[in-house]
C-alpha cells in the first residue's frame, strides 16, 4: 500500500514531490521523472497514481464537495486568499522548480510565480450573484448558479502555475471540489501547489495527481467527476470531448490558437515591431495566444522587417538560470525534434528566412534550444501560415519560435487572410487610428482581440477561442458560471 501522511503546517520541500489525496501525500510503487530541457539533467521522481488513487481522490472530492459547497462564499474566499499569501511567501521555490522543469528564464518564472496570487485576488473581487429576472404581482423568478461538484483540471506544461491558479480559483470560489492533473512534461510546481493548499483547505477540496499517458482519459471517463477544464492541443481536446460526453461532463476546452497581428501602416515602426517580437517569442514561441502570423501594410513592409529582424536578433538564447537570457530551450524532446524538422521541411522548401532558422543555437549541445526564427514572405498558403507547426494537431504544446511575415494592401483582404484559419483564439492590430483598429478588430474570428497589445489577460476578463481553438471561457464572471448549475426559482407570492 502507498504511504500517505499529513501535510499540515509543514515547509514545503522541493526536493520530494508527491501526489495529494484526501488532505495526505502519497507515494507510488511505480515512478518517472521529469528532465531539465536546458541540461538533460533528470529532475526528482514523481509518483504515478493508479486507477485506486484515483478512486480515492474522486471520492475524497465528492464528500468535501458535500460541505464545501455549502460554505459561505465569504469564507471560501478567505481561505483562497490566505492560500495565495502563503503561496506569496515561496516565489523565489516555485520560480526556479519551474526553470528547471520548463527550461523558462527565472526572471519570467518569477512573473507567472506572481501570477497565482493575481489571479486568486482577481476572482475574489468577482461576484456571482443571483439575478431576478422576473417579479410581478404573481412570482418572483430568480436565476441561481450553483456549483457543479468534482473538478477535474488538466494542466498544460507551458504556464502550470499560471493555469492552475486560473482553474483552481473559479472552483474553489464558486464552490467546487478540484483534482490538479498536470502535464508529465513539467508536473513538479502543479503537485506542489496541491501540496500547499492542504494547509488551508479541507481534505478532499484540492488534490493532485501525476501520472503517465492512461491518467488523463480515467479523469475523463470517471462516472463521479463532474466537469473537465483542459488547456491543450486540439486534438487532445477533441478525445476528451469524445470520452467526457458519454457521462455529460460539462467540458470547458482552451485549445490552440494561430493569432494573426494585422499591422497598419501609420504605426511607429521600431517601438511595434519590437512588441510584435516579444508577443511571438515569449517563452520561446511556446504560448498558445502568441502572435504566430504578422501581415503588414504593403507600404511599410520592408522597413518593419528589416526592424523585427533587429529586434529578433537581440533575443538572447540560453539557460533559464543565465544573466540576460531571454528565451530558454524548447520544453521537451518531442516538442523539439518537431521543430528541427519544420527546420529541415523550410530548408527542402526554399523558404527566405529573415533571421535564425536552426536548432542547438546556443549554449551546450544537450539543451534543447532553437533560434527564434522569421520566415520571409512564405505565402499565404504555407502550411506555416494555415496552420500552427505540424499541421494536423496544432495545439499550445505545438508551439515553437518560428513566425511568418506576410504584406497586405487592402482592409478586406488582411481580414481574409487573417480569418483564414481553423482556429481562433487571439489576433490583435496595430495602429494609431483607433477606429480603424475597433473596425478591423470587430470582423476578426478570434475569442480575444486586442487593439496595440497581445495577451492581455486579467482575472476579470473572459478568454477563450472560437472556432476549433476551444469551447466556453476562463476568467470573468462568464469563466465562474462555467462552474455551475443554473437553477431557475419561481416562488409565488402567494399561498395556494
Not at 347 to 356: E, F, N, T, Y
Request: proline fraction near 6%; charge should be negative; hydrophobic fraction near 40%.
Amino acid at each position: 500500500m502507498a504511504s500517505r501522511k499529513s501535510t499540515r503546517s509543514v515547509r514545503l520541500d522541493f526536493s520530494a514531490f508527491f501526489n495529494i489525496v484526501n488532505g495526505g501525500v502519497r507515494g507510488s510503487e511505480k515512478t518517472n521523472h521529469s528532465v531539465d530541457p536546458a541540461t538533460g539533467e533528470a529532475l526528482p521522481q514523481l509518483p504515478i497514481a493508479t486507477k485506486e488513487d484515483v478512486d480515492e481522490a474522486v471520492n475524497a472530492a465528492k464528500v468535501a464537495f458535500s460541505s464545501w459547497s455549502r460554505t459561505p462564499v465569504t469564507e471560501r474566499k478567505a481561505a483562497l486568499a490566505a492560500f495565495a499569501d502563503s503561496f506569496e511567501s515561496y516565489t523565489q521555490d516555485f520560480a526556479i522548480m519551474m526553470t528547471k522543469e520548463s527550461g523558462k528564464p527565472l526572471r519570467f518564472a518569477v512573473e507567472e510565480a506572481e501570477c497565482g496570487p493575481y489571479w486568486v485576488r482577481g476572482m475574489n473581487k468577482l461576484e456571482l450573484l443571483d439575478e431576478i429576472i422576473s417579479d410581478t404581482p404573481e412570482r418572483r423568478v430568480t436565476v441561481r448558479y450553483t456549483p457543479l461538484g468534482v473538478v477535474a483540471a488538466i494542466i498544460p506544461w507551458n504556464y502550470p502555475i499560471q493555469l492552475s491558479f486560473v482553474k483552481l480559483a473559479a472552483a474553489l470560489s464558486t464552490g467546487c471540489t478540484i483534482i490538479l492533473k498536470p502535464s508529465p512534461f513539467a508536473p513538479y510546481c502543479t503537485l506542489k501547489i496541491a501540496e500547499l493548499a492542504q494547509q488551508f483547505f479541507p481534505p478532499g477540496v484540492v488534490q493532485g495527481l501525476h501520472g503517465d499517458e492512461d491518467l488523463g482519459p480515467v479523469l475523463t471517463a470517471h462516472p463521479k467527476i463532474n466537469k473537465i477544464t483542459f488547456t491543450g492541443s486540439i486534438m487532445t481536446g477533441r478525445k476528451i470531448l469524445e470520452s467526457a460526453s458519454r457521462t455529460l461532463k460539462r467540458v470547458t476546452l482552451e485549445l490552440g490558437g494561430n493569432d494573426a497581428a494585422v499591422i497598419c501602416p501609420d504605426v511607429d515602426i521600431p517601438e511595434v515591431a519590437q512588441r510584435i517580437a516579444d508577443f511571438a517569442f515569449a517563452n520561446s514561441g511556446q504560448v498558445c495566444v502568441a502572435v504566430k502570423r504578422v501581415y503588414i501594410h504593403e507600404s511599410i513592409y520592408s522597413e518593419f522587417r528589416a526592424a523585427l529582424v533587429q529586434a529578433t536578433k537581440k533575443l538572447r538564447v540560453g539557460n533559464g538560470f543565465e544573466q540576460g537570457v531571454d528565451l530558454g530551450p524548447i520544453q521537451n524532446e518531442l516538442q523539439y525534434r518537431r521543430v528541427c524538422g519544420f527546420f529541415e521541411e523550410m530548408q527542402k522548401q526554399g523558404q527566405r528566412i529573415a533571421v535564425g532558422g536552426g536548432g542547438h543555437s546556443k549554449s551546450s549541445s544537450s539543451g534543447l534550444f532553437c533560434e527564434p526564427t522569421i520566415i520571409d514572405n512564405p505565402g499565404n498558403d504555407a502550411r506555416i501560415v494555415l496552420e500552427e507547426p505540424f499541421g494536423k494537431v496544432p495545439a499550445p504544446d505545438l508551439s515553437c519560435p518560428i513566425l511568418p511575415i506576410m504584406p497586405w494592401s487592402s482592409e478586406e483582404e488582411v481580414i481574409r487572410l487573417a480569418n483564414s484559419t481553423e482556429m481562433g483564439l487571439g489576433a490583435s492590430v496595430w495602429t494609431n487610428d483607433l477606429d480603424q483598429g475597433d473596425r478591423i478588430g470587430r470582423q476578426l474570428e478570434a475569442g480575444s482581440v486586442w487593439v496595440n497589445t497581445h495577451m492581455d489577460a486579467a482575472p476579470e476578463i473572459p478568454f477563450g477561442g472560437v472556432k476549433q481553438s476551444g469551447s466556453g471561457v476562463e476568467g470573468g464572471v462568464e469563466g465562474l458560471k462555467a462552474f455551475c448549475n443554473i437553477q431557475t426559482l419561481s416562488v409565488p407570492k402567494e399561498v395556494m
